[in-house]
């Protein structure tokens, strides 16, 4: 089924050059507007929507956590060769640093899009859902420039909404402790 499902996207690139940039533009840039985003939340001047600044520096928070749990701790444990190292006919729109070539699993990119949206999704929906489709389309766009598994985009989405559930727990349940950072 991953095979199937990857090769159905990556096998929609390299035909039109206009739909190539605008996924490599996702798969690429797009999370870094994520993270710009909410790096402006995290520095809101606009004393009567504080909520944003806690919204960012949480997000912050989770992002970090999440990212060096899952994606630097956990590839060591599981190392899983990319896609365009297997299948020769792979479409392969950027490239990976060849110390990355066995380190798919799970997708970093997911992970750090996927945590930022929740926890922002979790304090304010109607901005959350910006986020969330952000991170769908940076996610899709890995998988569509040849350099990750849909299970790698999923593994790491799952990573990065849990990772962000359990950031915002502990700063709720510590929220003493942790006011004197987030405010």
């Known amino acids: 089924m991953d095979q199937t499902v990857f090769q159905f996207i990556n096998g929609l690139a390299g035909r039109w050059i ?10 690429t840039y797009l999370e870094y507007i994520l993270i710009g985003g909410v790096v ?19 997000a912050l928070l989770a992002m970090l956590g999440s990212y060096v749990v899952f994606k ?13 190292i297997i299948f020769a006919d792979a479409v392969r729109l950027i490239n990976t640093n060849s110390l990355e070539h066995f380190r798919s699993f799970p997708s970093g990119h997911a992970v750090s899009s996927f945590a930022l ?27 569509f420039v040849g350099v990750h598994w849909p299970s790698d985009i999923l593994a790491g989405a799952a990573f990065g909404i849990f990772g962000a559930y359990v950031t915002k727990q502990r700063v709720t349940r510590y929220s003493g402790f942790w006011d004197r950072f987030l405010s």
């Open 117 to 143: 949206a929740m926890v922002v999704w979790l304090y304010d929906k109607p901005l959350g859902r910006w986020f969330l489709a952000g991170a769908i389309l940076v996610s899709i766009g890995r998988v």
């Open 40 to 58: 402006v939340l995290a520095l809101w001047p606009v004393q009567h929507i504080q909520h944003f600044k806690k919204t960012g520096r949480v």
């Open 18 to 27: 206009w739909l190539d940039r605008i996924w490599i533009f996702c798969a």
């Open 72 to 84: 630097i701790g956990l590839p060591f444990l599981l190392l899983r060769p990319r896609p365009f």
